[in-house]
């Protein structure tokens, strides 16, 4: 479903006519249905250092800072299931943005480095928009307790397709998936999904493509299959694959283990690792690619330090499909990926939690990651950006603070400041010198 900018009025219309047709349901239908509203608003700054940036290696456009800020608004109707063994439900999303500040200039393209602010035209090249949104829905079904089946706008949360809610909006993409947890300790999920709607865009788009080399309009699917499997406290695991039309097949495998060594004292280590191969036509080229990543760490009390190392094996990038986010990899951070061909990084991050000083719902993380051998003489021409680069370096530091109110009538309201510092060496040209600051307030209201 798509919404126009003119037509956002339709948004709490459209919500107060379908609910008290809901409300005629039986059941389970009513009495399990949950309305969350979201407001979330979001600042968002880059300040490029070494001057002009091509910020989309793709169509040139040149800035060298940006300011945004936004307002977004996220509803969030999910019904409860009809009685019987089969039950029938829907899922109901509606989603606005408002342009708050962030003029033409100083906003993101949409395609390079997605801001928060949307652009008109199919490209995401024209005026910003002060104001836009969308509807979207889904019908779902329940096999046996334990089965969900659901069809239209959904959000996947698999490490190979996991819709992202890195900016104002979430993303959502549009299919066919199933998710079931008969099992004890056991998740498995899957599904065909054919199109996206991007974060800061008002439709969905079919041609899919990855983060990284584009869209293609051959491009009309993505299939995933995965499962999660927790052991016991200490142990769990996870196994998903996934094949994207025409340009790859990746696969992901992950292990984590914690082992108390005495009271408020725990060892936590584990493995990412990736797999990903061209397949079909091949649209973006040859792919052969390994990236994984391993992780040490130690929590006494309310601290918490963790070492991990990051590697991506393959003359290509480690890639993801198009506009999603939360890649299982260490080092990927709030200004780089540190995905780049043959890159090696290395981190070390501190976490505290203020409520061993009397401060619950504080917390403090500071990282801090560095890459090297950063090689790209061989990427291919849908990666072209890297072929300049024989012995690329980067850094970055990261300074979070993160504060949720823990009880009282403003409950669930957070604060978040994520402060970034991204520094290149080398020939490394794919990415530049950034100053970012995001500060993020954001309150979910469940109203039932």
């Known amino acids: 479903m798509h919404l126009h900018d003119k ?26 249905s949950s309305f969350r509203l979201t407001n979330r608003n979001f600042y968002f700054n880059q300040d490029y250092r070494n001057g002009d940036f091509a910020l989309n290696p793709h169509n040139g456009e040149r800035q060298s800072r940006r300011t945004e800020w936004g307002h977004g608004i996220i509803a969030d109707f999910q019904s409860g299931y009809t009685d019987g063994t089969l039950g029938f ?12 500040d962030g003029g033409n200039g100083r906003v993101g393209n949409g395609v390079g480095v997605p801001g928060i602010v949307s652009r008109a035209g199919e490209n995401f090249d024209g005026e910003p928009k002060d104001e836009y949104g969308k509807l979207g829905g889904a019908l779902k079904l329940r096999l046996f307790d334990d089965t969900e089946v659901r069809y239209g706008d959904v959000r996947p949360t698999s490490p190979v397709l996991h819709a992202s809610d890195i900016r104002l909006l979430p993303q959502t993409l549009r299919g066919l998936v199933f998710d079931n947890r008969s099992l004890p ?3 498995l999920q899957g599904g065909k999904l054919e199109s996206s709607s991007d974060r800061n865009a008002s439709s969905h788009r079919g041609d899919l493509g990855t983060v990284y080399a584009g869209r293609f309009k051959e491009a009309d699917a993505v299939l995933y299959l995965g499962s999660d499997y927790r052991f016991n406290d200490q142990l769990s695991f996870k196994l998903h694959t996934s094949k994207l039309d025409d340009i790859w097949t990746q696969s992901f495998f992950r292990v984590d283990f914690s082992q108390p060594l005495a009271e408020g004292l725990s060892l936590n280590t584990g493995l990412n690792w ?7 036509k091949a649209l973006v080229g040859e792919i052969d690619n390994d990236s994984w990543s391993a992780r040490l760490g130690l929590k006494a009390g309310a601290h918490a330090v963790t070492l991990a190392y990051t590697r991506i094996d393959g003359d290509t990038p480690f890639d993801y499909v198009w506009n999603t986010y939360d890649l299982e990899l260490d080092s990927a951070s709030q200004v780089s990926d540190f995905n780049n061909p043959n890159e090696r990084s290395w981190q070390l991050r501190y976490d505290y939690d203020f409520a061993a000083l009397g401060v619950p719902g504080l917390s403090l993380t500071a990282r801090y990651v560095r890459g090297s051998d950063i090689d790209g ?8 950006y890297f ?7 980067h850094w970055e530091r990261n300074l979070w603070l993160s504060y949720v109110l823990q009880d009282g009538p403003a409950k669930g309201l957070s604060f ?4 970034a510092t991204h520094r290149v060496g080398g020939d490394h040209i794919a990415e530049a ?9 954001q309150y979910p209201l469940q109203v039932f």
């Open 7 to 32: 037509s956002l009025a339709v948004l709490p219309l459209a919500l107060s006519l379908v609910l008290p047709a809901l409300a005629a349901a039986d059941g389970s239908f009513l009495d399990d």
């Open 89 to 100: 439900g829907v899922d109901l999303l509606g989603l606005v943005g408002l342009k708050l």
């Open 185 to 187: 300790g056991l998740h």
């Open 274 to 280: 990736y797999r990903t191969r061209d397949t079909g």
């Open 377 to 384: 003489r061989n990427a291919g021409p849908a990666y072209g």
């Open 387 to 393: 072929t300049g680069i024989e012995d690329g370096k």
């Open 416 to 419: 978040n400041l994520l402060q």
């Open 433 to 441: 010198n950034v100053d970012e600051l995001r500060f993020i307030v």
